[in-house]
């Protein structure tokens, strides 16, 4: 099993990114995909200290944290086993590693998803 995140790069306040996460080694249908993120000094490489971004489920049903509704949206290419994640308006409390991870289920700690991908910095700064 692999995901693999990519898209991030320095952006200006208000700009935008498409995080993308390419899944191989498992049928992405039957998965939940999240991004999760950490922020710089939380603790990198502790798994409790990344929150959750957004998920969306097998039926393509999504949850987003507070901060990111209507700015991020999420969605996923079953047919090209990715998952996407549009960040638009872009703050610079968005900067952090981000990274997918996948479940059965939209979980909403990070200690709960059982597999995950290497992470792809987005940093938001003028």
């Known amino acids: 099993v692999q995901l693999q995140a990519s898209g991030g790069g320095l952006v200006q306040p208000g700009g935008s990114l498409r995080l993308s996460c390419v899944t191989s080694?498992?049928?992405?249908?039957?998965?939940?995909i999240s991004w999760f993120r950490q922020a710089p000094g939380k603790g990198q490489g502790v798994l409790s200290e990344?929150?959750?971004?957004?998920?969306?489920?097998?039926?393509?049903?999504?949850n987003y944290r507070e901060s990111v509704k209507g700015r991020f949206t999420i969605s996923r290419d079953n047919a090209e086993s990715t998952v996407y994640l549009q960040m638009n308006n872009l703050k610079p409390e968005d900067t952090a590693i981000y990274y997918c991870?996948?479940?059965?289920?939209?979980?909403?700690?990070?200690?709960?998803?059982?597999?995950w991908g290497k992470g792809t910095q987005v940093t938001v700064s003028s």
């Open positions: 080694g498992f049928t992405l249908d039957y998965y939940s």
């Open positions: 991870a996948a479940d059965l289920v939209c979980a909403p700690e990070a200690g709960a998803m059982t597999y």
């Open positions: 990344r929150e959750t971004v957004a998920c969306i489920r097998q039926i393509g049903t999504t």
